[in-house]
């Protein structure tokens, strides 16, 4: 132990705040942190072990060998173990290795806190600082309006390893030209967020991210830290947000991850109904234990602080509330009530919403919740879990499911297409067409389209046309905004080339105007949560399977008509009920020739007449194209 000096970044109010649960930036304290000490360069480190005899710094310096570089327990009972050795720095290979009380047992464990990690398959951690210098001031001076629940808000969500690949080196692109190829193409299309499926270090390839190791880490398949940090900045310079997939749900049981990590249930729920997720095969989060929820909140904060991102999507909500999720009777306990909820969960969401809105108001949390569990999206003060947002599961599956079907069997189903506005303003929902709706023999969206081929890129013109104008926030996983016609594969990438074809690249045009029309016009977002920004003309015509509706922003602003029908059939000659006079003026149809549509004829500008209709004092004949959406503003 004579080569570790006794060094500490503690502080007495440190492990207070730790043992309480209440240190929210433990990233500055745990880890491996390259400082000079008495005029010797060297690193510190630290890391909680509480049911360890011994900790050993192991790595690329040392011959791996255990014993030289023993660590110092404290004092104060906190379970932490830490010292200062010299002569270690940037660049160099480590893991703890850990001698257990429990029964002899020995780990070998990747740093918990580490800022870098190997390239998979190695699994070490790598000491780290950088001094980037950031380049977003405008941004994050003005992004409280762009992230902002009544600001227009649509996401584009990537999965980095996969968006586009380098054929001929066999490889994806790096951090640093998705910096350049990624953002330029984010701007082109008008989005603006981009959410990354999960980019903290993971080491199976299929699990896309979600079994994560390198909690502090960005995956070093792309490149080093600070170029991710260039990535957001590049977004940032160019007005584009950043979400990151966060997952506090579960981790995986490899040998040098969180699993068992000083021979005890260290950061797992020790009661394996409690502990361990089914479907996933891995490890559930303690959440009831101080020291776990401080380390899953100081990583949240980490992301937001040292990365700047604008918001972090919490993935799995629902398994993380439900004691029974995904289990038989027998495999789960009830709460103290007798009840399914996980209340350590809901209390450690609660408190996770509240630090982060604390400290950076400025962000979003977006929660995916698959079930009615009330108010997710409400603030903690009200009794709500404290997310910004929700994602709208239920409005996803119904749309999906309709629009599956063949035109001349819509008529029956119609309720499955309106039923979304039932709950619309429940919550702050975000309306989702993910990955997961294109991968595992769903099929992609196209697919799921019935009819020829011009039908499905209608139905598909038809289907965005409704989820842009549908009040809610929107997000599109990468290469459904061009139709991509195979599902998701994560090794490969996306089928690009298929832009060459009019009917793709109609679909893309499509979303560029869609994003622009959403940002354009208030009716369209700032109300989006809000009853009063939407209001039903017809929803119950089902013979001809249309539907109307009314857009509206604050006062002053225009007012938005949409129509939408979802058969062949051209409805000419279709009254609709208005709540003013003026005239209509078309502002988008989902069917214009520029998207590959028919081009068939409507009225740029139609005059409202005095005529009731719809039980509303004015009305106006307009025509809607043949699965074509329309959009007018009243002038």
């Not at 990955?435 to 697919?447: A, F, P, Q, T």
């Not at 059939?569 to 078309?586: A, D, T």
Request: include cysteine.
């Amino acid at each position: 132990m004579g080569k570790v000096q006794v060094h500490s970044l503690f502080s007495e109010f440190d492990i207070d705040l730790f043992k309480s649960g209440k240190h929210y930036r433990l990233y500055e304290k745990f880890g491996s942190h390259i400082t000079t000490l008495d005029g010797i360069k060297g690193t510190y480190f630290a890391v909680w072990a509480p049911s360890a005899k011994s900790v050993s710094v192991i790595g690329d310096f040392n011959f791996w060998v255990e014993g030289e570089y023993q660590l110092h327990v404290r004092w104060d009972e906190s379970g932490i173990w830490e010292g200062f050795i010299p002569d270690i720095g940037k660049g160099n290979i480590y893991k703890y290795k850990i001698h257990s009380h429990n029964n002899g047992i020995i780990t070998e464990k990747a740093d918990p806190y580490a800022r870098r990690c190997e390239h998979p398959p190695s699994t070490a951690s790598v000491v780290w600082d950088d001094d980037y210098h950031w380049n977003d001031n405008k941004w994050m001076a003005k992004r409280k309006k762009h992230n902002a629940i009544n600001a227009p808000y649509s996401v584009y969500e990537v999965h980095l390893g996969s968006w586009k690949k380098k054929i001929e080196e066999n490889r994806s692109l790096s951090y640093t030209e998705l910096s350049e190829e990624l953002v330029s193409y984010v701007k082109e299309m008008q989005f603006t967020h981009v959410e990354l499926m999960p980019i903290m270090e993971y080491p199976y390839d299929p699990s896309w991210g979600y079994q994560l190791t390198g909690y502090f880490a960005p995956t070093s398949r792309f490149g080093y830290p600070e170029e991710f940090k260039l990535l957001v900045d590049k977004l940032h310079q160019n007005d584009i947000g950043i979400i990151l997939d966060w997952v506090p749900s579960h981790f995986p049981e490899d040998a040098h991850g969180l699993g068992f990590f000083d021979g005890s249930c260290l950061y797992e729920h020790p009661d394996r109904r409690k502990g361990y997720h089914p479907d996933w095969k891995s490890l559930i989060f303690n959440y009831g234990r101080n020291e776990v929820r401080s380390f899953l909140i100081s990583n949240a904060i980490f992301w937001l602080d040292q990365y700047h991102a604008d918001g972090l999507r919490v993935d799995a909500v629902a398994s993380m509330l439900f004691l029974d999720y995904s289990r038989e009777d027998g495999e789960w306990e009830p709460n103290i009530y007798g009840e399914r909820e996980n209340l350590d969960a809901m209390s450690f969401m609660k408190e996770f919403n509240e630090e982060v809105y604390k400290s950076f108001p400025d962000v979003q949390t977006i929660a995916e919740e698959s079930t009615s569990f009330p108010m997710v999206s409400k603030p903690t003060f009200v009794g709500g879990l404290g997310f910004g947002m929700k994602w709208m599961m239920g409005w996803m599956h119904d749309t999906l499911l309709y629009f599956s079907k063949e035109p001349v069997y819509r008529k029956h189903h119609q309720n499955d297409l309106t039923f979304s506005m039932t709950y619309a303003f429940t919550e702050n929902f975000m309306l989702p067409l993910s990955h997961d709706e294109v991968v595992y023999g769903k099929r992609s969206i196209l697919n799921r389209m019935p009819g020829d081929e011009w039908q499905q890129f209608a139905n598909l013109r038809l289907l965005y046309s409704y989820m842009f104008t549908h009040p809610g926030t929107n997000l599109l996983f990468m290469g459904a905004e061009f139709g991509q016609r195979d599902e998701w594969d994560f090794q490969s990438s996306l089928d690009w080339h298929l832009l060459q074809y009019e009917y793709h690249s109609g679909i893309q045009k499509l979303i560029i105007d869609l994003n622009k029309l959403y940002k354009k016009y208030p009716a369209l977002y700032e109300n989006q949560f809000d009853i009063s920004g939407f209001q039903w003309i017809s929803y119950d015509d089902h013979e001809n399977s249309v539907i109307a509706y009314i857009r509206i922003g604050n006062e002053n602003e225009k007012t938005l008509v949409v129509a939408c029908n979802f058969t062949p059939v051209p409805r000419n000659e279709y009254r609709i009920g208005l709540p003013q006079k003026g005239k209509l003026v078309q502002l988008f149809n989902s069917d214009a020739k520029k998207y590959g549509g028919s081009d068939f004829s409507v009225k740029k500008e139609i005059v409202i007449h005095k005529k009731v209709w719809h039980y509303r004092k004015f009305s106006a004949e307009i025509s809607i194209p043949p699965l074509g959406a329309i959009v007018f503003k009243i002038d």
